[in-house]
Structures are given as structure tokens and as C-alpha cells.
């Protein structure tokens, strides 16, 4: 891959890889799991993020004025910005995920509204109560016992009732909404991978009722709004493609995590979700309710759509990289024929790369000129296979237009893997990229 770089360019990402980390550096050490002790940041856990102390420490240190998120989730960054006093507008393509983020931005909410919503909504749950689950679904069935699964659907029916009855305010009524999926899986009595699967044979020995849990997060959420009312920065939310945003050349700042290439099906983490609220029947209609929308980060949505290597690689755009990402593919190709998946990591591979490519296109439409791009990267080895995601991506961004790229790299990832199946070295860190 070397033959690759420039001469400066190499020398500057072989230094940044041997420094020591940063203070900033340091600080961004922290995950979304450190967000679940902030407020309104808790609201929601979501598979992917970062630091939002981390994030909003950059925005700051930018002198930010007008901050973009092309892969928000759960708004992370725009949370970060509106405390920071900044414009912010963040785009998800996952279309639940994208609700969540505009709940989460909401600032303006009524609390005797929401506080009348929420008691009549647990009144009215009472009244509606089936005797038995009304739900065929096989999994909300090995998710929950009886009786939390009839509760959960009677709160989800008073929801309905409210929405119809048209009393409550929009905003109120969102929160409403999160405050249920919210408490869908503190009320399951199956575990939850760290990564946001469910796991139906695994037990959890403490489970909460769900009226119980509704009413705790009624108190979470106006608490939480109270705080959030001194976050002054203007958010919007895009539900839509990074790549088809047209905005040009408004933001100064890009602070964003997006996916990795590491197999994680973003469209699986929220199916529990999804089937509750009746957007979803089964595993595979994920694919056209969410995966299908997505940048292509994992084999299941490479697979269904059958997508062929050598149309994938016909991208003008990965030029700067295709030799590389060729001879990577094909051994991909060539290794997944003696495994017993043979997971499609070839083209799925190649659609990553050629979505960011076109990601960054986009954000060289989108920048100021003398803007800076921050992105917290990893890379991958799907079947032992290494694939250098920060090198690729900043030599994306370079073609693309952008001046320069540098990375820092913050912790390794996967070490607790490395003695049983995943054995490459793994990384992650910030690629940095100037405008």
C-alpha cells in the first residue's frame, strides 16, 4: 500500500502512528457508554459512538460555527454542539435511529404536558389490558414472560389511543414514544450482547415491570429537559444518504464516527425495537425496512443484494486505492471458499469503500474551505484478512479534494479475541482530515 502514499504523506502517518497519544487523544478514550451517565445522552443506548465530552471538547477547541454529523445515530454530536452554543445538523440513513436523534434534540417540550400524557397513557393501559399477548411474533414471545408482555403491548395500545385522540403535544408524544422503546429490553428477561443483539437464550436475573420502568422514565426525561433547556446551538435532524446531502460549503467542522467494516449489521441491533412497534416481522425484512439504506458495512447487506465485485470496483472514485482494495477482495474471495459461511466479505469490502468514497465527494461540496473533518475510524481483518481502513479513507479524502489526512491511533481493539478467533491486531483512532 505504500507505493501509494506521497513521500510526506507517509512519513506524516508513520509519525502519527508511533506518537504517543494526545491529551485530546487521551480524553476521546472514553466510548458511548460513558454518554449513559449524561443527560438526555442516556435516553437511548446505541451500538456505535463515541465520547460526547470528546466531541464537544473538539467543537469548542475548533471554534466551531456551523458543525456537521453525515452519520449522527443517535445525535452524539449535535447534543455535544448544542451544548457548546453551535449550529449542528446531523444525517442518519437509519430510519429509527433517525427518530431517536430528532426526540433527543428536542428542547421546547411542556413538562405538565408531558406529565398528563404520561399518567393517562398508564391509566389507559389498565383499561385496555389483554388477557393473553396478542402478538404472533416469535421473538417478542422468547423476549418477554406473559405478564411484561402484556404490559408492554397495553402501554404501546394507550400510545396509539393518545396519537389518535390528538390531545398531547407532538413533542410530548415522541418522548412518550422513546420512553417505551426505551424500557423494551430493562424489561426483558433475555440478555443483550455489548454490541446491542439480542440474545434469547441467555437469562437476566433482574427485570423490570414495564409500568414501573415508564413512569422511572418520565422522571428521566423531564430532569433531563430542565438540563437540556441551557443548550442553546440550533439542531436539525436529515433522515436520509451522507452522500445525495446538498448543502455546499456551509459547515466548518465534520466530527463523525462512521461504520466499520467489521461485519456489525446495524439493521439487527434495533430489530427488538422494530418488531415491538410493528415496523418489522421477521430478521429478514431488515434488509428493505433499513439495511438497504445504509452504507454497506456488513455481508448480510452485500449478499441480498447480490452484488457483483467487478461492478462494485467499476467506481472512478476508488482509483486512488483500487489496486489494493482488488488484491484485498479477491483474497477475501478466495479465503471465504474454505469457510463454511462463506460470508460475501469481498464485495462487501468493496461497497464500503466505494460508499465513502462518494461520502467524501459529498463533504468536499459541503465544507468551507479551511474546514476540518474528524473521524473516529477502525479498521478490520474479516477472516484474517487485514484491511487498513484509515489509509484507504484518507487517501479517499485527498482524491476527493481535500488537502491532507493525519491519524492518531487511540486504543486497540479486539484483544480479548486475539487468542481464540480473531487473531489480526486491531485498531482505533481519529483520522483527521483538512479542508
Known amino acids: ?92 440513513a437509519h430510519p429509527f435511529v433517525a427518530r431517536i436523534a430528532q426526540i433527543k434534540a428536542h428542547r421546547d417540550v411542556d413538562l405538565d404536558d408531558l ?63 422513546l420512553a417505551l422503546t426505551c424500557i423494551l429490553r430493562e424489561c426483558s428477561a433475555v440478555g443483550t450482547a455489548q454490541w446491542q443483539y439480542v440474545l434469547p437464550n441467555k437469562r437476566k436475573s433482574k427485570v423490570k415491570h414495564p409500568y414501573h420502568a415508564f413512569e422511572q422514565r418520565q422522571r428521566m426525561f423531564a430532569l433531563d429537559l430542565i438540563y437540556a433547556r ?45 418488531t415491538f412497534w410493528q415496523q418489522v416481522d421477521s430478521w429478514g425484512d431488515l434488509h428493505h425496512a433499513v439495511r438497504k439504506h445504509l452504507v454497506c458495512s456488513c455481508s448480510q447487506h452485500s449478499a441480498a443484494d447480490r452484488m457483483d465485485l467487478g461492478q462494485v470496483l467499476d467506481n472512478d472514485q476508488l482509483e486512488p486505492i483500487k489496486s489494493e482494495l482488488e488484491r484485498v477482495c479477491a483474497q477475501l474471495d478466495e479465503v471465504r471458499l474454505t469457510k463454511g459461511g462463506r460470508k460475501t466479505y469481498h ?56 488537502e491532507g489526512y493525519s491519524f492518531e491511533k487511540i486504543r486497540d481493539r479486539n484483544t480479548k479475541w486475539r487468542n481464540r478467533k480473531h487473531r489480526v491486531p486491531l485498531k482505533e483512532g481519529i483520522l483527521r482530515v483538512e479542508g
Open 1 to 92: 500500500m505504500l507505493d501509494l502514499l506521497g513521500q510526506s504523506t507517509r512519513q506524516n502517518t508513520e509519525a502519527v502512528r508511533n506518537s504517543a497519544c494526545s491529551a485530546e487523544a487521551t480524553a476521546m478514550s472514553g466510548t458511548f457508554a460513558d454518554n449513559l451517565k449524561l443527560p438526555v445522552h442516556r435516553w437511548f443506548r446505541y451500538s456505535a459512538g463515541f465520547s460526547a465530552e470528546w466531541a464537544e471538547d473538539v467543537i469548542r477547541r475548533r471554534g466551531a460555527r456551523r458543525v456537521l454529523d453525515p452519520f449522527c445515530g443517535s445525535g452524539t454530536t449535535l447534543l455535544a454542539a448544542a451544548k457548546a452554543g453551535v449550529d449542528s445538523v446531523g444525517i442518519e
Open 115 to 177: 406529565a398528563n400524557l404520561f399518567s393517562r397513557m398508564r391509566a389507559e393501559a389498565w383499561q385496555v389490558r389483554p388477557e393473553a399477548p396478542t402478538t404472533d411474533s416469535r421473538l417478542l414471545l422468547k423476549c418477554y414472560d406473559t405478564e411484561n408482555l402484556i404490559a408492554l403491548e397495553s402501554l404501546r395500545r394507550a400510545y396509539e389511543i393518545e396519537v389518535a385522540d390528538c390531545v398531547a403535544s407532538e413533542p410530548a408524544l415522541d418522548l412518550a414514544w
Open 230 to 274: 441551557r443548550f442553546s446551538g440550533p439542531t436539525e435532524v436529515v433522515r436520509g444518504d451522507a452522500r445525495d446531502y446538498a448543502d455546499e460549503s456551509s459547515f466548518d467542522l465534520v466530527v463523525t464516527s462512521p461504520p466499520y467494516p467489521n461485519n456489525y449489521d446495524y439493521a439487527d441491533a434495533t430489530r427488538l425495537e422494530m
Open 347 to 402: 464485495t462487501m469490502v468493496a461497497a464500503y469503500f466505494s460508499g465513502l468514497a462518494s461520502v467524501w465527494v459529498a463533504l468536499r461540496r459541503q465544507i468551507a474551505e479551511g474546514g476540518q473533518i474528524v473521524f473516529v475510524v477502525g479498521d478490520s481483518a474479516p477472516y484474517g484478512v487485514y484491511v487498513p481502513c484509515e489509509v484507504w479513507l484518507g487517501e479517499l479524502a485527498v482524491a476527493a479534494g481535500f
